[in-house]
Structure formats: structure tokens, C-alpha cells
């Protein structure tokens, strides 16, 4: 079947504008995760979501950062006013209920010039 | 809190050679261990899990308590295990949310 799937797979941007990135997860996987991946920092923790809510949201660095899930699939990870601290690889990742593995997606590269 | 540490940035060896990958952790509780690995132009996928004692594309690692590690081993590296390998963290009743390490760039030379 599909797995997990982002767009875009790159976005530049101005800094200051609002982005909007998506994740789609694998058909059935009701907890979701956002991380980003930057040179330096490697791979941090954003966001978690089960189901529509997010009951883990300790890794959103600041309040510019939010995310959203409707239907219990598609997710939103909104950033507003964009800094050029904010590029990197943002990944989504998904899991069924029951199991431990995450199903990562492709990512989406942001930059911000 | 969680930390995970890989010490070694890069790792460069021959084919053929044994191969080794450090990590270790830091938990208060008892962590369920993974390798992620990322090869070129791909996405990160789980190589394996230190709950299933398994070994995949022959590599396994074991869970040393008493050290805190989880290395990942291979006794004869091959050229297409060049890739980038995270050594991630998640605790029990966590969400299961990984707290990963910064990787390890495994290059295999002919």
C-alpha cells in the first residue's frame, strides 16, 4: 500500500511569510509525529498526535509553530512568520495503534531566505 | 531526561571488514532501542528494534543495561550498507515519540 507521503517536497520562502506543510499517513495509523531534521541539531521531536488530538506538543519550538489533524489522517504543521533558523527537513511520521514502528515519509525541505 | 549519543560523526570502512556502531543512552525507566537507517535519496526507515532480538541485512545490536548502549554490529560490511544510521530512543508510556541520535555516516569502501 502507500506509505506516508509530504508536500511539497521543497518550499522556499521569504523570511516572515506563514508556511503550510502536509502529511498524509498510511491508511489506518491513528498516531501521527512531526520531527525536523537541521544540520547540527539532527533529528528533534515536534508534535504528536493520536487520533485529532495532540496530546504531546513539548517539541514545537515556538509559538510561530502549530500543526492540526482533521478526519483523523491528514496533518498541518503551520509556520508563521518564518526565521531562517527555521530551515530543514521537516518529516512525518506515522503508526498503528498497537505496533512501535514508525513509517517515515519523504519530507519536506524548507528553506527560508 | 532522554539522551541518545552516537560518538561518531563518520565511519569509514572496507568491505568485508567487521563494522560497529556506537550509541548510547541515557533513561530513567526502561527504553525500547531502534536503529533508523537512510540510505541516499531515500527515506528513514527502521532497520531494527532491540524487543524483537532480530537480525536484518545481518546486522543485529544488543541492549547492555549496564553500560546504557545499543550498538549495531555487522561482521562483514558490504557496500550497499553505506548509509546514514540513527540510533533512536523511545520510553514506555511516551507516546512512543523517538528521541534520536545525531547519526552515524557509515561509508563501506571496495
Known amino acids: 500500500g502507500a506509505g506516508v507521503s509530504q508536500s511539497p517536497s521543497n518550499k522556499v520562502t521569504e523570511k516572515g511569510k506563514d508556511v503550510e506543510l502536509r502529511c498524509d499517513p498510511i491508511s489506518g495509523h491513528t498516531a501521527l509525529y512531526w520531527y525536523r531534521q537541521s544540520l547540527g541539531q539532527g533529528l528533534e521531536f515536534l508534535i504528536y498526535f493520536q487520533g485529532n488530538s495532540a496530546p504531546d506538543k513539548s517539541g514545537l519550538p515556538s509559538d510561530r509553530f502549530s500543526a492540526e489533524r482533521t478526519g483523523g489522517s491528514v496533518s498541518t504543521l503551520t509556520i508563521q512568520r518564518t526565521q531562517q533558523e527555521d530551515s530543514a527537513v521537516y518529516l512525518c511520521?506515522?503508526?498503528?495503534?498497537?505496533?512501535?514502528?514508525?513509517?517515515f515519509g519523504p519530507g519536506t525541505r524548507l528553506t527560508v531566505l | 531526561a532522554q539522551r541518545v549519543t552516537q560518538p561518531e560523526k563518520l565511519l569509514s570502512v572496507f568491505k568485508g571488514a567487521p563494522v560497529e556502531l556506537k550509541c548510547n543512552y541515557s533513561y530513567s525507566g526502561s527504553p525500547e532501542l531502534f536503529w533508523y537507517v537512510q540510505y541516499s535519496r531515500q527515506r528513514l526507515q527502521l532497520l531494527l528494534r532491540?524487543?524483537s532480538r532480530e537480525s536484518i541485512k545481518g546486522f543485529t545490536a544488543d541492549l547492555n543495561k549496564g553500560e546504557t548502549s545499543f550498538h549495531l554490529k555487522k561482521p562483514f560490511a558490504q557496500e550497499e550498507d553505506s548509509a546514514m544510521y540513527y540510533c533512536a530512543l523511545s520510553g514506555l508510556g511516551s507516546n512512543y515519540k523517538l528521541t534520536f541520535g545525531k547519526g552515524t555516516l557509515l561509508t563501506v569502501n571496495p
Open positions: 511520521a506515522s503508526r498503528i495503534d498497537r505496533g512501535n514502528e514508525q513509517f
Open positions: 532491540h524487543i
